[in-house]
């Protein structure tokens, strides 16, 4: 693994986002952002977020497999106080003039909705996409649906507002779609090895993880989103384009190779994301395609 604790640090770059700390970095004369694991606060329990780092990683590169453009990733370590921690170095997209401007932003400036930008209704959401200014409301209804779908696979529970969105080049005053970031909380990373080990060997403990939990982010009626049921019900036609465009690009032998390849993590929790993508995949994507298929047919 990459030991990026003797890189420069940047002090001029500084990084939003609520869960660990962030600090940018220079390794190969290019510029990441190294993300830590949250710090555990509060009462002990049996769930942890150690594991975020590793998330992201795996999460983001699936993402660019799907031929959905993500943050480009590296894992890696970085000593503090003695203590050595895993990390997740992200190229930062922003550089070169460019600024990221997060959907909150974008929700906030449609100045005549009755809603605030944090507000992560379905309705409301496509009614921005629809009617911001910035890019092609086609083009991000398209990008939204597609992060949707790979976040279903990948079980995200946090695709809030504030972690995709726009960027805008400075210079040449142009806006395009923001590569695909912060997925540390894709692939249950408060699971420690006792919950990956039940996963592992008990049906009901994965399918629990699978069919009621974690939800989405988006709300629909004031409810968060169970990625099964919206997903099998196949009552919104651009979810199920999105399904058609999307599934057929899941390679789960290419995404087997890719996670037996990461570094620093044992087997136990190589044999753990392999399962549960593969299940994610077989008991909810799937499923949800060949009900869309059936129902054109």
Known sequence: MIDFTNCPVIPGRA??????????????????????????????????????????????????????SAQKTLLGTYTVKEKTKIVCACKDFTVGGKRLFDFCSIKNTVIDSDSNGSGTDLEEVLDTIDRQQYVSPTALREYFWNMFIADALLGNFDRHNGNWGLL???????????????????????????????????????????????????????????????????????ANTALKRIAPRIDLDQITKFINAVPGISDLQKQFYRRYVNARYDLIIRPALEIVLAREH
Do not use: W
Not at 23 to 48: Q, R
């Open 15 to 68: 990084y939003n986002g609520a869960n660990g700390s962030k600090i940018a970095v220079t390794y190969n004369d290019e510029i990441y952002m190294l993300k830590f694991p949250p710090s555990a606060v509060g009462k002990p329990t049996e769930l942890s977020y150690t594991n975020s780092c590793i998330s992201e990683h795996i999460a983001s590169s699936i993402f660019n497999m799907l031929g959905i």
């Open 168 to 238: 805008y080049d400075d210079t040449k005053e142009e806006t395009e779609i923001a590569p695909i970031f912060d997925c540390g909380s894709c692939l249950l990373p408060q699971a420690d090895d006792k919950v990956m080990e039940r996963v592992l060997v008990n049906e009901a403990e994965l399918h629990a993880r699978i069919y009621q939990f974690p939800t989405s982010a988006i709300k629909l009626k004031g409810r968060k989103i169970n990625y099964y049921d919206f997903l099998t019900h196949a009552e919104n036609s651009d």
